[in-house]
């Protein structure tokens, strides 16, 4: 193998979203077992998160307590996890062609942070790194992934190449990824993809965390609120229809 940066003063954190309640097997997990593997295998410091076990309510605020919720796992137990994590990685199982309401859930709740600043006043997701790893035993993989990774770059996670992977089997009902005789395990193709998307996190963990986080020019919020709206200029085509 080529010669590694140190990856040890990384944070990755796994959140899978399985339906099934801890400590019900999940495939999901399995699959995301592999990509931790590697990443303490260099050191990275793990955490993880089966996000159904977790009290957490529905909605898109950062303390649903403030909105009629009784109790919300959210600003407590999870968020600080994410807010430490240089990596993020969302697993979750492909129902009926699509992401789990889990994965829908946990993802309304990291837009709820769009809010919420950095030190340098960009969006607080700058300078994060994030993944997908989607199973299953129906097709969805790409579509799923698409739907996780256009989510976490709108709210300012930066997604490295091959930031996805996933392993589905044969098309239609048939075995999970973990079952015994499914192949899953031994598949090639989802072995590389989980290889490769563990790897390029690591390394596009590491050139941002080198640079202090996602380059300052252009991209802070508090400036453009501020009237500082680096260089933009309205389109004139759209304030006269004479301009075609």
């Keep these: 193998m080529s010669e590694l940066p140190d990856f040890s003063d990384l944070r990755a954190l796994y959140v899978n979203c399985t339906l099934k309640r801890s400590p019900e ?66 697993g979750g199982p492909i129902w009926l062609g699509d992401n789990s309401s889990v994965t829908k859930r946990l993802i309304e709740r990291l837009y709820a942070m769009s809010g919420e600043r950095n030190e340098r006043g960009q969006y607080v997701s700058y300078g994060k790194v994030g993944g997908a790893i989607i199973t299953g035993n129906e097709d969805g993989i790409k579509h799923c992934a698409m739907d996780v990774l256009y989510s976490l770059q709108h709210i300012g996670f930066a997604i490295p190449p091959g930031a996805d992977a996933g392993w589905v089997g044969e098309a239609g009902p048939g075995p999970s990824y973990l079952d015994p005789g499914s192949g899953g395990l031994e598949n090639d193709f989802t072995n590389r993809n989980t290889t490769f998307l563990s790897y390029n996190l690591l390394h596009l963990a590491r050139l941002l965390k080198d640079a202090g986080g996602f380059p300052l020019g252009g991209n802070s919020i508090a400036e453009w609120e501020e009237g500082q709206h680096s260089g933009f200029e309205p389109n004139p085509y759209g304030a006269n229809p004479e301009y075609r």
């Design 25 to 90: 097997r999940s495939n999901t997990q399995g699959l995301m077992d592999a990509s931790i593997a590697l990443m303490r295998e260099h050191g990275v410091h793990v955490d993880l998160l089966r996000f159904v076990d977790l009290d957490v309510a529905t909605g898109v605020y950062p303390d649903m307590r403030e909105h009629g919720w009784a109790t919300d796992a959210w600003p407590d137990e999870v968020w600080p996890l994410v807010e430490a994590a240089d990596i993020l990685v969302i």
